[in-house]
C-alpha cells in the first residue's frame, strides 16, 4: 500500500526529476527500493510492504539530488581555502589542465583523450586508490549499462568512453562498503550530488570513498535514442555485438558491430539530429555542468587550439591532493598535461554558458510559474530572467514531445 506522505523519493518521480542516479536504492534500510526500466528510464519503485516511511523514515529523499543540490559542501571549500581560485561558472578550484593519456591506445579509443581511464590506472598502479567505480556497456546487453568496481587497467578500460543513456549507480554504494579498500566514484554531476549527499549520512561509505570525479555534462538522452539510431541505419537491437557512442579519436564515431558489419558515424553529425528529443526532464534544470562537488571534473575542449583528432581532455582539479597527484601521474610519464585559464574551459563550453545564464534560471522561474516542483540549487543564477529563455523552453519542450512519439 502505497502511504500518502510526501517524503519519499516517489515525490521527485512523480514531479518527473528523478536523475535515475540510484542512491535511494542502497541507504533504504529495508531493502525496499528497486530500480526498474520505465519509459526508457531507469526509475526507483518503492515497495510499500516493508518500507517504513510511515515511521518518519525519510532516507531515500535525503540523499536525492534529483530534489535539491547543496552545492556548499564540495570538499574543496574547507581544505583549499588559501590556495584556491575562483571562477564564476566551474567555483573555487585548484588548477584546470589540458592534456591527455600517453599509451596511443588509450587517448584514440576513449571519448576524449583517455585521461581519466589513464589517471585512474596510475592511481590503482600506484596504490593510491585499490578500485574506482566505473560504467559499461553490460556483456549480457550491450545495449544497456552496468556499473562495477574496477581495481586493475583491464577493468578500468572496459569501461572508457561517454555513455549518453541512463546509467544508475544502485548497488554501488553497499559494494563500497564491502570492498576491502579506497575507492573512487566516476560519474555525471548528478551521480556525484547523489553520492556526495548519501557519504555525508553513511559513515562507513564516506570512509571508503577517497575521490568523487566527474565527468562535465550538458544532459544525458534515455533508452529511446539507442533505438531509434538503430532504427535509422535499419539495425535490429538484438543483431548488437558492441555498440559505442564514441570512438576513434577526439569526439570520435559511433561505432555498433553486428556479426555481419561495423557501422560508424562521426559523433558531430549523428548527435546534431537527436537535438533534445530524448532528453529526460530533470536534465532541463541542471546547473551543474561541472560536477562542482567532485575532487576532479573530466571534459572535452572544443577550442583551439588545443582540439586535436587523436584525442585531448580539459580538467578541473578541486582537491589539493589530487592536484598532486595528477602532476606525478604527468612526472611518470601517465599522462601529458598543460595548465590553462579557466576561462578557455568556460569558452570551449558554449551550452554551459546559456545553461547557465539564460536556459536553467528561465526554466525554474517559468516552470515554478505554471505550478510545478522544480529543484533547488544554492548558486548565483543571472539575476534578470531573460526572455530568449523561452524560445528554448518551447524549443526543448516541442522537441521532448516530438521524441515521445518518433
Ligand atoms: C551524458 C554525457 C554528457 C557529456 N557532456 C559533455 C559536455 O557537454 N562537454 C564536455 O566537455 N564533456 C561532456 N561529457 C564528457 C566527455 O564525453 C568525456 O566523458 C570526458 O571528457 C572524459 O573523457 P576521457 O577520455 O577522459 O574519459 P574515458 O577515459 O573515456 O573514461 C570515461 C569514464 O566515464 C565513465 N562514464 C561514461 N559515461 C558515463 C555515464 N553516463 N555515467 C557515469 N559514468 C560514465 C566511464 O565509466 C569511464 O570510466 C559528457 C559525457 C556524458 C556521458
New binding site residues.
Partial sequence: MRVNNPQTIDLVVDNDLCHGCGVCEDICPKYSIEFTEKNYLNIPQINYETCINHKGCDLCFRVCPGHSVDINYASVSDSTAETKKEDPFIGPHMACYTGW?SNYE??Y????????????IFLIEHGIIDG?????FSDQNPLR?T?YI?TNREE?LA?????????S?NGMAREIKKFNGKVAI???PC?IAGMRKISKIDKRLSKKVVGYFS???????NYKAIDFLLRKRGLKRDEVKSFA??DDGCLGSMKIITDKTVFKEKYTQYNRRLRSFFKPRRCTFCAD?YGMLADIS?????LLPYFNEI?V??IIIRDPNYDEYFKQASSSGYLEIAEIESSEINK??T??VKNREIIVPFNLCFEKLLGRKVPEYNIPFSKSVKMRGLYYWLSFSAQRVVGKWI
Fill in positions: 593519456s588509450i587517448r579509443h576513449s571519448a576524449s583523450g583517455g585521461v581519466l581511464s589513464q589517471f585512474l574506482a567505480v566505473v560504467t559499461r549499462t556499473s574496477a578500468v569501461a572508457k568512453s561517454s555513455k549518453y543513456c541512463p546509467v549507480l566516476v560519474g555525471l551521480h565527468i562535465y555534462c550538458s544532459s544525458t538522452r557512442f564514441r555542468h573530466f571534459g572535452d575542449i572544443h584525442g581532455n580539459s570551449s563550453q551550452m554551459m
